[in-house]
């Protein structure tokens, strides 16, 4: 069995190398990475919350770790507690029932924050909009530095989303 | 025929699989319950409606199905003090959906001597007690803001019993919901989920679109789950309309139903070796999986099929060069998966912590109405693509996935046996599909035409349960989700093991919030 396990350890190494990525995935991997680099010194930090998602943008968060995408190489770190977190990246209308776990989250999240919306839904409630039960988009309940749009967002669209709201960001302001 | 022996003049409902419609009374109800229940029938979804606009009352709804199809009940409740008998009585899976018919319509469980859980369930405050949104006259201006929620779990004593409460907000990527485990020492006594905090109000939405923009939101009530939802969806507005879909439409939406469940079986089984320990086999899963959205992407033109289905048929056809490549990635996935099946097999580390691991017994199964793979992993052969079955899939002979075990392992066990099968089926679809149009024009259905969806997909069955309305308008929906009945599945799934072993546990099941939350 010790022999099956090496074999196809070894074996998978040596023929699976990270997918060769497609050029505008490579650049933007690149300046995602120098980015993390001059201005997190090389961790970034996310709390990801689903504020009401339909789970489909979860599916493209867990994607971003694949091999192909391989965010965590990048200097990227989901983290469990928002206090440990430069950003956070809020997923789904808010529901009315998340409203006050999202704040809190946003709160307990130490300045200066950034807030990255995903999705359709994010960025102005979706096929949800605003209810008894929905605050439609997360602009409406935390400040939000970049929306992105898509339904869900591709891994490539939430790596540029994330990327320009470290951009905009000051390099001086973080230590 | 299926329902025997009821005494209920039933009306065979138009739609893609068998079923019927019936008028009862609710003091019907307990001797239909109890013979449903003791044919072996199970209760899916319940739900409630107000109807005294058109001086209805309320209404209650029932879904009960076994293998041969399902009965569509409705019950006629007073306008002025509506109340049905409790339905946990004869099925326990009636227990959190009575609760969230009274937060979402005021209507309650009768009086009765045995205890009856009232404590709310979607309803976490943020609307009051004496509003209830799906009531048609409800205002809901002023909404109150969301304040602490004083939710009443249910307390454990005993010598060195403490509580560890989780969530809604969690350390993963995970879906928002609480979990409050009681345990001694590592030992879990008792696990209380708490869940709704994804509620969005999707019903009350559906009854704001026509029957052509709710294919949108169907598609939007579990995103895992997609294709199988708006199948379920556009199988309800066949049937409301009496239709049915070009057979090339067909067979396209259960190639994109068995990729579906291929794309989950994959991401589930990586995750589960990584929380087993075997982070190798996160890397190797995920690559695949990716490997089958991208190809979706290329030939459906959405990695996840989001409005591939509509109803009348599917959005756009696939040529034959595209469903040779379907079928050959199958061919290339087959023996990765393979290999990939041998080593956690032959992985002690892994082994050790699937096996007696989060046992769910066949009865436990049973008695909770428990569905989907985990009712197959625990012993029972049901799956609606067999029994009462559907074209395309009457012509496939599907193969059910089972094992006896009931715990990780053989949860474990039925998913790769489920990859397995849906690759051939894949390979059969392309092989054998029909020639023709890919969709068709539906006539706008009469005012209140019903129309029933019912799906397997890749975690249990789905129903879609509509009533039209006026010009094409939706005037009811309601979606039900799997995990209503399996998530009390997890709470019995723990008890006993150590807190460690939930995280694997809780994914070999991968329950739904958002489904079940609506
Ligand atoms: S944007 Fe789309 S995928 Fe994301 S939560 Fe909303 S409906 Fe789901």
Redesign the pocket.
């Known amino acids: 069995m010790y022999q099956l396990l090496k074999q196809v350890f070894d074996v998978g190494i040596r023929t699976e190398p990270p997918p060769p990525p497609e050029e505008s995935l490579r650049v933007l991997t690149q300046r995602l990475e120098n980015e993390i680099l001059r201005l997190f010194n090389g961790a970034l930090a996310i709390r990801q919350v689903d504020a009401g998602?339909?789970?489909?943008?979860e599916l493209e968060i867990h994607a971003l770790n694949n091999p192909y995408y391989n965010l965590e190489g990048l200097g990227i770190k989901f983290v469990a507690s928002p206090r440990h977190a430069d950003m956070l990246l809020v997923?789904?209308p808010v529901a009315r029932n998340m409203e006050v776990a999202l704040k809190r989250t946003w709160e307990a999240t130490p300045d200066p924050k950034l807030v990255v919306a995903?999705?359709?839904?994010?960025c102005d409630g979706?096929?949800f909009g605003e209810s008894y039960a929905s605050r439609g988009r997360v602009a409406n309940v935390i400040p939000v530095d970049v929306a992105v749009p898509?339904?869900?967002p591709t891994p490539a669209a939430i790596m540029q989303g994330i990327l320009t709201a470290i951009s905009a960001k000051p390099a001086a302001t973080h230590d | 025929m299926a329902f025997e022996g009821l005494q209920l003049p039933m009306l065979p409902l138009h739609g893609a699989s068998p079923a019927w419609h019936a008028r009862v009374e609710t003091a019907q109800l307990p001797q239909v319950c109890r013979a449903v229940r003791d044919q072996g029938g199970r209760l899916t979804a319940l739900w409630g409606a107000d109807n005294r606009d058109q001086a209805g009352g309320f209404s209650l709804h029932l879904i009960l199905a076994n293998g041969d199809g399902a009965l569509w009940l409705t019950c006629r409740l007073d306008a002025r003090n509506p109340a049905y008998p409790d339905l946990s009585q004869w099925f326990s899976s009636a227990d959190r959906q009575q609760r969230a018919i009274h937060d979402l319509l005021g209507i309650q469980v009768e009086h009765s001597t045995a205890f009856v859980d009232r404590r709310p369930w979607l309803s976490h405050g943020a609307w009051s007690g004496s509003e209830f949104p799906l009531r048609r006259d409800a205002s809901l201006e002023n909404t109150s803001p969301p304040g602490t929620d004083n939710y009443a779990f249910v307390p454990v004593e005993g010598e060195g019993v403490h509580e560890i409460p989780v969530g809604p907000v969690h350390a993963g990527i995970i879906e928002p919901g609480h979990f409050r485990f009681s345990v001694v020492g590592e030992k879990v006594l008792r696990l209380e989920e708490r869940l709704g905090y994804t509620h969005k109000g999707i019903a009350k939405r559906f009854s704001a679109l026509t029957l052509k923009e709710g294919a949108r939101l169907a598609g939007?009530i579990s995103?895992d789950s997609t294709v199988a939802y708006a199948w379920a969806y556009a199988m309800a507005v066949e049937a409301m309309t009496g239709t049915t879909p070009p057979p090339r439409a067909l067979w396209l939406r259960a190639l994109y139903l068995e990729r579906e469940r291929i794309a989950n079986h994959l991401g589930d089984l990586g995750a589960l070796g990584n929380d087993g320990g075997l982070a190798f086999g996160l890397a190797q899963f995920m690559r695949l999986k990716e490997d089958v959205l991208r190809l979706n992407a290329r030939v459906a033109g959405h990695r996840y099929l989001m409005d591939a289905i509509v109803p009348g048929g599917v959005m756009r056809d696939i040529d034959r060069a595209a469903l040779d490549q379907l079928a050959a990635q199958c061919d290339a996935l087959e023996p990765e998966v393979r290999t990939l099946r041998e080593i956690y097999d032959d992985h002690a580390g892994l082994q050790d912590r699937f096996m007696t691991c989060g046992i769910l017994t066949a009865a436990t199964a049973r008695r909770l109405g428990v569905v989907g793979f985990a009712a197959r992993a625990s012993g029972e052969a049901m799956d609606a693509r067999r029994s009462p079955g559907l074209a395309p899939y009457d012509l496939l002979d599907v193969r059910v996935s089972t094992a006896r075990s009931g715990d990780v392992a053989g949860r474990v066990a039925v998913r790769f046996g489920e990859v397995f099968e849906s690759l051939r089926l894949i390979r059969a679809i392309v092989e054998r599909i029909a020639p023709g149009r890919e969709c068709m024009e539906l006539p706008v259905p009469p005012a209140g035409a019903p129309g029933l969806g019912w799906i397997e997909g890749w975690r249990g069955e789905i129903f879609v349960a509509l009533e039209a309305g006026e010009n094409g308008r939706i005037r009811q929906a309601h979606a039900h989700d799997p995990s209503w009945q399996n998530w009390p599945a997890l709470e019995h799934a723990v008890i006993g093991n150590i807190v460690p072993d939930f995280p694997v546990i809780n994914k070999s099941f991968n329950l739904s919030y958002s489904g079940q939350d609506l």
């Open positions: 998602s339909c789970n489909g943008c997923t789904g995903l999705g359709e839904c994010g979706g096929m898509g339904c869900p | 939007r995103g």
